[in-house]
């Protein structure tokens, strides 16, 4: 349960980071591509995106989380550099764009005694109507011996339309219902225990 909580959390913050395909244009004999700025980072489509993770192959459990996203919501996520709760030193994400117009990304993060992750990953889509993110992440140094070891995590998000009357960007919808604002959340410390 902990491992899927804290690739939920990776999960909705990278693919917050990486929201569109637009494919790299690079001439015969190019150099392979440089890392991507903050600037050069696309932006996922406003209105209401169902998420649904499936991690290390199994079935998923209901109908998914549902993220509504504005512009202002998308462009203040797009910016976070600590993605899970209680990381002591977790530097922003690597991206680059591949030849195909997918994204790369690599990630590694020193959560303190909780351990340390290692991620690696491909995001592709047209990300205007859907994406599909894969990560595999290495854990080591857990207290919780679950957690160590490698685990895949498969994330489908489809735009479902725009996002209900009342919701704001940021509101994330649980399956039970339950609604909370990510951008609300108090900031990580090094000292938080999940």
């Excluded at 109507?129 to 994330?155: C, F, I, R, W």
Aim: glycine letters at 10%.
């Amino acid at each position: 349960m902990r491992v899927a909580i804290a690739a939920a959390v990776t999960g909705l913050a990278l693919c917050s980071l990486a929201a569109c395909n637009r494919p790299a244009s690079a001439p015969a004999g190019a150099a392979a591509p440089a890392p991507l700025t903050a600037n050069q980072m696309p932006q996922r489509k406003p209105g209401l995106w169902r998420q649904v993770m499936t991690m290390d192959g199994n079935t998923p459990a209901g109908p998914g989380m549902q993220l509504c996203i504005d512009a202002a919501s998308e462009a203040e996520m797009s910016t976070f550099s600590h993605r899970m709760p209680g990381a002591a030193n977790c530097p922003p994400a690597q991206f680059t764009h591949n030849l195909d117009g997918s994204l790369s990304f690599t990630e590694s993060c020193d959560t303190g005694a909780k351990g340390r992750e290692t991620t690696t990953g491909v995001i592709k889509g047209d990300f205007n109507s859907s994406y599909t993110e894969q990560m595999d992440t290495q854990y080591s140094g857990s207290p919780v011996a679950a957690v160590n070891g490698e685990h895949k995590l498969t994330l489908t998000a489809t735009w479902v339309g725009p996002c209900p009357p009342g919701e704001r960007g940021g509101d994330l919808i649980l399956p039970n219902g339950m609604k909370r604002n990510i951008l609300d959340a108090p900031a990580p410390t090094s000292g938080a225990t999940n």
